[in-house]
């Protein structure tokens, strides 16, 4: 038997008839419903049109009839109702209709042209059926009449706001066309409908907060106006929008209410008063960058910070009785000027050094003044460490420091430095302080090991280092790096350091000690002919100096082969004993700048006023580098670990919400750099932690 083919306009005829009868339904007619059998043959006939040999397979003809039908429905049927009269009550009532019977219309020819959607529309790549329908109503009735709809939506919020009575319910079934449209997202409400409530919000609002202030209203009267204004906006909101609209337009009120009052009361005397402080320490800075004085730039900028926010928190504490807006514009003014950047250096750095100078010997009595160490520390930490965005940055400097008082005995008291750490953590957290609580740990227990060694000298009396020699003992996850050389030592320092690897073992066997040399210290005796001066200097400066008691004269490369030290390492000792202050060596040529060609020579005569001095290296100022290089590396592996926390939380995330989450839970101690989680992410798809989501490359999934 052969297949009789359905041609298209016949076919179309048939379906066409069915969609009248839909139409007369939703328009409300008497017609009785489709029965099943209609309802079968309406599908049926849309199948077979759409699985037909080719060229009888119209089914790229029937989507776009599908798209048609709604648009002629709209043309004829909804904009004319719409656009008669000019009452906006009335208009948004037919539009609330026209949407419900546009979403029957929708449901019943969906179901009839189901077919398209289960195999004609995927293999396409096309929109599906209920998106067609959702998409006409949009740009034919939503765009053609958005501003009077937009306009008769916040006149009727004005009216409310005004004392007059509105339809709630209307207006909450009006906002939700503009929800429903967007297919559950929220983007078509935002931009057609909350974009300009908000802004309208604001505008009026802001008029209120300045005839308020116009009329000079006491601050009592106009701090109750606002929150009685507040509080019926919350009422009303919660009736009729969204709740993120709700929380949007409460935070837009607050904000036009109680901004201005706090602008005026307390923020703009307080940044004025910051401008001015932040000024003059940058003038006192550039004066004295040249002079012993500059070290005080840090004392100078916390100690006023301090007292400033100690004087505005009275303010807002006694005379506006802790009232939430002004404590917020207080913290915003202190906020932007705790991060800036002062004589080229950070709030962070300085926080850093001021607490070093408060910790360090010499330092207490100078910086504390008439204050205990305790409260100036607490001040310190719990009032201005908050207000820093990049806490690692202070974390590093404040390790960094702290690993110098502790090494070199700086630190006038172990108690203090136990006491700030213990505020850092409770300000901070545990993983803030883990390394500083593990440095002090160590210095601790190298006290006690230097002390057990010195009784296992004194029961070993055959053995002898023939020098005195401590040794502090670190673990390597808690202290900075430090860069250290493979040095050569001279016999005399080698037995030492041998000998306290023999007593090392028979205290553990579990542990490899690394020799940082570049930290040591030595007390050399120079016999030089006019009399005899004590030289405190470095390991590698003390190395060379050795050099000299089998030879009264070495070159450069002889010096270079024996201590095996790089070239730009051995430059700076050789300068620091020979070109500096102190020429305890003789150079030929006697030039300023260290060259292979040179040689050098025990200067024997050498003499000085004291019996006792100290030979610096000269500096490398590396420092904040170093720290910069640091922190980045621990910002990805906290980003890293934030990003897998919160992967295998979840299983799959998309890209947006993964990276506002991993800002939330790391803007305690830094700010991430967007592009800088993307990199990790990425990063971590390389390593299979994660992997993205074969339909939806914006998708993440964790790998198990």
Not at 156 to 167: F, N, V
Not at 300 to 317: F, G, M, P, Q, R
């Amino acid at each position: 038997m052969e297949y009789k083919y359905i041609e298209f306009n016949e076919g179309w005829d048939f379906i066409q008839e069915g969609i009248k009868k839909l139409k007369r339904i939703v328009e409300g007619s008497s017609e009785p419903d489709f029965n099943s059998e209609e309802r079968m043959t309406l599908y049926n006939t849309i199948y077979n049109m759409c699985t037909q040999r080719p060229p009888y397979d119209y089914s790229q003809r029937l989507y776009d009839k599908y798209g048609e039908t709604f648009e002629e429905y709209i043309n004829s049927e909804v904009l004319p109702s719409l656009r008669e009269g000019n009452d906006e009550v009335i208009m948004l009532q037919v539009l609330v209709r026209s949407w419900e019977k546009h979403k029957v219309l929708e449901r019943w020819l969906s179901r009839f042209f189901h077919y398209l959607d289960r195999y004609f529309i995927p293999r396409r790549s096309l929109c599906r059926l209920r998106d067609v329908g959702h998409n006409c109503f949009r740009d034919l009735v939503c765009r053609d009449l958005n501003a009077n709809v937009r306009n008769a939506v916040i006149g009727l919020i004005h009216k409310e706001r005004e004392g007059e009575q509105i339809d709630r319910a209307l207006l909450k079934n009006v906002i939700d066309v503009f929800v429903e449209i967007g297919k559950g997202q929220m983007e078509v409400y935002i931009e057609d409908l909350e974009a300009c409530l908000l802004k309208d919000t604001a505008e009026y609002y802001s008029c209120k907060a300045s005839s308020w202030i116009l009329e000079e209203y006491s601050y009592a009267d106009y701090i109750l106006n606002a929150e009685e204004c507040l509080r019926k906006e919350r009422e009303s909101a919660s009736h009729y929008l969204p709740s993120s609209s709700e929380h949007k337009l409460v935070r837009t009120v607050q904000h036009e209410l109680f901004e201005p009052l706090a602008n005026v009361l307390v923020r703009q005397k307080v940044t004025a008063e910051l401008t001015s402080l932040f000024q003059h320490v940058e003038d006192t800075a550039r004066n004295q960058a040249s002079s012993p004085g500059a070290g005080m730039l840090a004392q100078v900028l916390v100690t006023e910070l301090v007292e400033l926010h100690d004087k505005y928190t009275a303010y807002v504490t006694d005379c506006f009785k802790n009232y939430y807006h002004f404590h917020k514009a207080l913290n915003e003014a202190f906020e932007v000027f705790c991060n800036k950047a002062v004589a080229a250096s950070s709030c962070a750095e300085l926080l850093a050094t001021f607490c070093d100078n408060l910790l360090k010997k010499g330092g207490s009595e100078k910086l504390s003044g008439d204050q205990g160490i305790e409260e100036t520390l607490e001040k310190v930490i719990k009032t201005l460490l908050p207000y820093i965005s990049d806490k690692d940055h202070f974390a590093e400097f404040y390790r960094k420091r702290l690993a110098r008082r502790l090494l070199f005995d700086r630190s006038a008291n172990k108690d203090h430095e136990r006491s700030i750490i213990t505020k850092m953590k409770q300000q901070c957290g545990g993983q803030f302080t883990s390394k500083m609580e593990g440095m002090v740990t160590d210095w601790t227990l190298a006290r006690e090991t230097q002390n057990s060694f010195e009784d296992y000298l004194r029961c070993n009396p055959n053995i002898d280092p023939g020098m005195d020699l401590a040794v502090t003992i670190l673990t390597t996850g808690s202290w900075p790096s430090y860069e250290s050389f493979n040095l050569n030592l001279p016999s005399e320092m080698r037995k030492c350091v041998e000998i306290f690897k023999g007593f090392y073992e028979t205290k553990t066997k579990h542990r490899k000690l690394t020799w940082i040399y570049s930290l040591g210290s030595c007390n050399v005796v120079g016999k030089f002919e006019p009399k005899i001066i004590e030289l405190v200097v470095s390991t590698y400066q003390a190395a060379l100096l050795l050099l000299f008691n089998t030879a009264d004269r070495l070159g450069y490369s002889e010096i270079s082969s024996q201590l095996n030290l790089p070239e730009n390492a051995l430059v700076r000792i050789l300068h620091s004993l020979s070109c500096g202050k102190y020429e305890i060596l003789i150079k030929e040529p006697n030039t300023k700048i260290i060259s292979p060609n040179d040689t050098f020579e025990f200067n024997s005569m050498f003499t000085d006023k004291m019996i006792r001095i100290k030979i610096p290296l000269p500096p490398v100022d590396n420092e904040r580098r170093e720290v910069m290089k640091d922190v980045d590396n621990d910002r990805r592996y906290a980003i890293d670990a934030a990003i897998v926390r919160i992967m295998k939380s979840r299983k799959v995330f998309g890209h947006q919400e993964l990276v506002v989450e991993c800002v939330e839970q790391l803007r305690h101690m830094f700010k991430p750099d967007i592009k800088t989680i993307k990199k990790r992410v990425e990063d971590l798809i390389t390593r299979d932690y994660l992997e993205r989501d074969k339909e939806n490359q914006k998708i993440y999934r964790y790998v198990v």
